[in-house]
Nanobody, 124 residues
Framework: QVQLVESGGGLVQAGGSLRLSCAASGRTFSSNTMGWFRQAPGKEREFVAGISRSGITRDYTDSVVGRFTISRDNAKNTVYLQMNSLKPEDTAVYYC?????????????????WGQGTQVTVSS
């Protein structure tokens, strides 16, 4: 069984930064592609960023390109999401997820394990 635990969310003013962390346990972390998703009130969960097993290949949704950076430390079984220049529209619950697919994935249905989520609130 895989467990994913997110941390690092909070309240920040527009233009500020936050760094989310997701600690994984229960399987070989370095064997899996990881992703970050978010869900705002009244909206569907959406893909934010993904990172390959090695960390070399990354993928971002258009709205966060140039502002967010996904990274991972396989020795610590942890994936990160550095969020800069935050905007009120970034307000959401952020989830990390693990997929057994080797390629980068944006499809929610292809992710097998999810964390409990961490709230990010950006005030204007």
């Amino acid at each position: 069984q895989v467990q994913l635990v997110e941390s690092g969310g909070g309240l920040v003013q527009a233009g500020g930064s936050l760094r989310l962390s997701c600690a994984a346990s229960g399987r070989t972390f370095s064997s899996n592609t990881m992703g970050w998703f978010r869900q705002a009130p009244g909206k569907e969960r959406e893909f934010v960023a993904g990172i390959s097993r090695s960390g070399i290949t990354r993928d971002y949704t258009d709205s966060v390109v140039g502002r967010f950076t996904i990274s991972r430390d396989n020795a610590k079984n942890t994936v990160y999401l550095q969020m800069n220049s935050l905007k009120p529209e970034d307000t959401a619950v952020y989830y990390c997820a693990l997929t057994q697919y080797s390629a980068l994935e944006r499809r929610i249905s292809h992710y097998d394990y999810w964390g409990q989520g961490t709230q990010v609130t950006v005030s204007s």
